[in-house]
């Protein structure tokens, strides 16, 4: 049923028609006697941008805007958001900030635990704009920044519940870069993305960026150990899961295998060393580790980011790239692909182990018109 609105635009709904019984219980004489106080929750029937954009900051957002879900970049999101909240009108596109030198350390753990953090502010900041919107009298849904996704769905469709990449960019608050990640006019590559969904209109949405932040330093070429992201900007996203995701999904049953396999102990640890089974248990009690995201944490891209780049870039390299590109640390790579021969020819002193799997890109994605993705 369309609700009638007034002259402000406020919903009216007239008095429903219930059987005997119904009309009679408590909760719902509360809910009449509310009506009829004017005490009803009644939401304009376009929310006011500045409005959202005021409750997504307070909320922890660091930048958000909103997009219609008309707008033509969002055809492929369509059915996955639908389906999550029937009625969506909108896209509510946030970014939260990380701290960069964490995730450039490369102490894995403290890139890992800045990872997470902000990936639970983002989830609470969209949680509590979701709740507001739900005061308000909308219907509104927040989507997972990263895990927990639709496992049921793995490995033959795609699993995330909305893009927030491709919510993002449509929205304005960024493009993506040569490494595949949204880029923040301001604040760079160093942020996480998360969308809520409304069944209303916006009075204003964002515009996209007439220009790409990514300056095309190549950086996120020469940090990626695995050379998953080539120079003309195609993407191995096998080569990129299979070693970073090593403790995710594909990772973990090529792992739960090899436990399988094992004859005994002693075979199991001639196979799985000491410290790769204790980060496998780290990553199973605590969020999973990622095993790099270098391409993001050497990104010099972004107002904020930029300065010390363009100032001195052989000190940018030493201090930010090399530490990264010289750590010693296994890459994870499938037998005979191009990630194998890259990791064995550009970081010899990085050992290089073979894993089984990989998650192959489901055959309904979402692509991009300029950049391919290649696949080893
Ligand atoms: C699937 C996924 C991945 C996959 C595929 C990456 C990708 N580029 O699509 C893997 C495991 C490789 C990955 C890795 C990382 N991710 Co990720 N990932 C996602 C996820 C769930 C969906 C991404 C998506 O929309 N893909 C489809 C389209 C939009 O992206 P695309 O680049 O055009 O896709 C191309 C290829 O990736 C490929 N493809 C498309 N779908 C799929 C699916 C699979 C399974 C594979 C293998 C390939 C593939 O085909 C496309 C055409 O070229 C989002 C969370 C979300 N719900 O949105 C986070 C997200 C994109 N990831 C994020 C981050 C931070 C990372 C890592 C840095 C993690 C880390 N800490 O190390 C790395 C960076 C790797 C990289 N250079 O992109 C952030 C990016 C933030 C930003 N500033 O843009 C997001 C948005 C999470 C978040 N909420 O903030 N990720
Ligand atoms: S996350 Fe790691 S493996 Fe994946 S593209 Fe970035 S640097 Fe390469």
């Excluded at 800045?114 to 990936?119: K, M, V």
């Excluded at 993305?193 to 070429?221: F, M, R």
Aim: hydrophobic share 40%; glycine share 6%; aromatic share 6%.
């Amino acid at each position: 049923m369309t609700a009638a609105r007034d002259a402000e635009g406020h919903q009216t709904t007239p008095a429903p028609r219930l059987p005997a019984k119904l009309a009679a219980h408590p909760s719902v004489q509360a809910v009449l006697a509310r009506r009829r106080a004017g005490d009803a929750v009644n939401p304009p029937a376009v929310i006011d941008a500045d409005w959202l954009r005021e409750l997504c900051l307070a909320a922890g957002a660091d930048d958000a805007a909103a997009v219609s879900l008309d707008h033509p970049d969002l055809v492929g999101e369509r059915e996955y958001v639908q389906s999550a909240l029937p009625g969506t009108r909108t896209l509510i596109a946030m970014a939260v900030r990380m701290n960069r030198d964490n995730c450039r350390s490369p102490a894995r753990s403290v890139a890992n635990q800045e990872f997470h953090q902000a990936d639970e502010q983002a989830n609470h900041a969209a949680r509590t704009v979701t709740q507001a919107l739900q005061d308000a009298g909308y219907r509104a849904l927040n989507p997972s920044v990263g895990f927990p996704q639709e496992m049921d769905r793995f490995p033959s469709e795609r699993i995330w519940v909305v893009a927030h990449k491709t919510v993002a960019v449509a929205a304005g608050l960024g493009v993506m870069g040569l490494h595949r990640n949204v880029i923040h006019p301001r604040f760079g590559s160093f942020v996480l993305l998360v969308t809520v969904l409304v069944d209303a209109e916006v009075s204003a949405y964002g515009q996209a960026l007439d220009y790409n932040p990514c300056i095309d330093c190549k950086l996120c070429v020469a940090a990626c150990p695995v050379g998953a992201i080539a120079k003309d900007g195609a993407f191995d996203a096998l080569a990129c899961t299979s070693h970073n995701y090593r403790e995710f999904m594909s990772g973990f049953t090529d792992w739960a295998q090899t436990v399988a396999d094992s004859e005994d102990a002693a075979d199991y640890r001639s196979r799985v060393t000491d410290s790769e089974s204790a980060s496998m248990w780290q990553s199973l009690s605590s969020p999973p580790g990622y095993k790099s995201g270098y391409c993001l944490a050497v990104c010099p891209a972004g107002e904020d980011v930029l300065g010390p780049y363009l100032d001195d870039r052989k000190t940018f390299m030493d201090t930010v790239l090399r530490p990264l590109q010289g750590k010693k640390e296994t890459l994870y790579v499938l037998p005979g692909s191009h990630a194998q021969e890259y990791a064995l020819r550009r970081f010899p002193h990085k050992p290089v182990k073979e894993v089984t799997g990989g998650w192959q890109p489901p055959a309904k994605r979402s692509t991009s018109p300029d950049r391919e993705t290649r696949t080893s």
